[in-house]
């Protein structure tokens, strides 16, 4: 066989063919110095041929028995990070109010707000008003009575009517009632008090309704000489029969003079805070 024939990894034949090196002898056990023996290399684990990892493989080409593994971590990739210790137990806290109940407490402070703010005026404004405006002082008169304050001599009477020609009629809710009033002066000041009366009819439960009234008094009145006027009013029915005349004496004198009106005179013994109540 020619050199041009040959294996590439053959030797070159002839004369210029350098021959094989002879063979290196093995080593001997080197002998133990003592001591117990080094217990055998447990045996290598059999290689496993490369598996496919990605894509991965259909269910229905995987071989029996093998199971595609992950990618194993790199070592220049470093250690991974620590993981964060699990954060203690919190201890339980007290469960806030639902937000129904904030929103009406906030709507009861409000309220309470806006009371006290009206509220204040308005208690403002009654204590001046009761301080200048006493409670009424009542003067009870028996059914059929007659009753004497301040220089006139008062008598009144009530009793149902029909409705008045000429007005709306009430319905099956309401009732006319008719009040005879008679009025007599007792001395020389009783006869220029001729001012009219404030009226009004009162229930036993102090509902109250307005009363008008339909005659003039005369200018002039004579000492005992009585006149009368009547008056008229509409309550519910079932109650002409029930409420009671609330008469207030007017204070006005006839004979006092035009600038004297609006004066007020602390001397005066007249209170117009006196009313005629004339029980039924």
């Not at 339980?92 to 109940?101: C, E, G, M, Y």
């Not at 009542?138 to 149902?160: D, N």
């Not at 006869?191 to 509902?207: F, H, I």
């Amino acid at each position: 066989m020619s050199d041009d024939d040959r294996d590439w990894f053959a030797p070159r034949t002839g004369r210029n063919s350098e021959p094989s090196p002879p063979p290196r002898p093995r080593r001997s056990p080197r002998p133990s110095l003592g001591g117990p023996p080094r217990p055998p290399r447990p045996p290598r684990q059999p290689l496993y041929p490369d598996q496919q990892v990605w894509p991965p493989v259909p269910k229905s080409q995987e071989p029996v028995g093998s199971s595609t593994q992950p990618l194993p971590a790199l070592p220049s990739a470093g250690p991974l990070p620590p993981r964060k210790p699990p954060a203690p137990p919190e201890e339980p806290t007290a469960t806030p109010p639902p937000r129904r109940r904030r929103t009406l407490l906030y709507g009861l402070g409000t309220l309470a707000a806006f009371l006290i703010g009206i509220g204040a005026p308005t208690v403002d404004s009654y204590l001046i008003f009761k301080g200048g405006r006493p409670d009424d002082k009542v003067h009870l008169v028996p059914p059929g009575q007659s009753y004497t304050f301040e220089h006139v001599t008062w008598k009144a009477a009530i009793e149902p009517m029909d409705d008045p020609v000429g007005t709306t009629p009430t319905g099956p809710t309401k009732e006319w009632v008719k009040i005879t009033i008679d009025r007599t002066a007792v001395d020389k000041d009783g006869t220029v008090l001729t001012g009219k009366p404030e009226l009004q009819v009162k229930d036993r439960r102090d509902r109250a309704w307005q009363v008008e009234v339909d005659d003039d008094l005369p200018a002039e009145h004579e000492i005992g000489k009585t006149y009368t006027m009547n008056a008229f009013g509409v309550v519910p029915t079932g109650l002409a029969k029930e409420v009671e005349l609330v008469l207030r004496p007017s204070g006005y004198r006839k004979d006092t003079p035009t600038e004297d009106l609006f004066k007020v005179d602390p001397d005066s013994t007249e209170n117009d805070d006196d009313v005629l109540r004339f029980t039924r």
